[in-house]
């Protein structure tokens, strides 16, 4: 019954791959997120969403288009993938204004 | 400037001594703030949202300065436990929907 979950927890893929990370959250909450924490241990939001409805977007290359099929699920796309993506993403969702639930994280490794 | 600055430490502190965190924050515009935990390899976990009239939880203490946009993290009685990484968390945007900024964190270190 995790409240926050993410697949796959870890992720190693050659540069110029595309590849997709999974977020699910049964908190019932109407805002999730994406973010990134690079190997300075720098954690940066990346997008938000509520309700299905992209609110945030941060300076992040096009090459990430995250999906919201439902309030449920927020899916990161990475098209082209190249080193610089190596970090770790975690998603995390709220219920407005509360607390952030982050999920265990995604260990992306570009080869 | 950065949004959002902490010293990244590492604070090397004896089991049962009484450790202190700050942090300062840019945007003067900021309404909501909190301390994140998080531990090696793990996601960031809410430890506690801070209040302009200053809170407590426990051995835990949080202080809001907005005059100085500085905010606070007392840690008394520490534990080996308490050794982490502590975020300093930023509302910036206000409303719904809102990313928080974080600090790069302050490594704790409690030593036996």
């Known amino acids: 019954d995790t409240a926050v979950s993410q697949t796959p927890k870890y992720l190693v893929t050659q540069m110029g791959n595309d590849k997709s990370i999974k977020c699910e959250q049964n908190?019932?909450?109407?805002?999730m997120y994406w973010y990134k924490q690079d190997s300075k241990k720098f954690l940066k939001i990346m997008f938000s969403?509520?309700?299905?409805?992209?609110?945030i977007n941060e300076t992040v290359p096009n090459r990430f288009s995250p999906k919201s099929p439902d309030k449920a699920h927020l899916n990161l796309h990475i098209n082209s993938l190249e080193l610089g993506d190596s970090a770790v993403y975690f998603c995390?969702?709220?219920?407005?204004?509360?607390?952030?639930?982050f999920g265990p994280g995604t260990r992306l490794t570009v080869l | 400037r950065k949004e959002v600055e902490q010293d990244p430490g590492p604070f090397n502190v004896p089991e049962g001594a009484t450790v202190a965190f700050n942090c300062t924050y840019s945007?003067?515009?900021?309404?909501?703030f909190f301390w994140y935990r998080q531990d090696c390899r793990k996601e960031p976990k809410l430890l506690m949202s801070?209040?302009?009239s200053g809170n407590e939880d426990g051995r835990f203490t949080a202080q809001l300065n907005r005059a100085s946009q500085y905010i606070s993290l007392l840690i008394r009685d520490s534990k080996l436990s308490d050794s982490a990484t502590y975020l300093c968390?930023?509302?910036?945007?206000?409303?719904?929907?809102?990313?928080?900024?974080f600090g790069k964190g302050t490594h704790l270190i409690i030593q036996p």
């Open positions: 969403y509520n309700n299905k409805e992209l609110i």
């Open positions: 945007n003067s515009a900021s309404q909501s």
């Open positions: 908190l019932g909450h109407d805002t």
């Open positions: 995390a969702s709220s219920s407005r204004g509360n607390e952030q639930f």
């Open positions: 801070v209040y302009s």
């Open positions: 968390v930023v509302n910036i945007r206000g409303g719904g929907a809102d990313g928080l900024t």
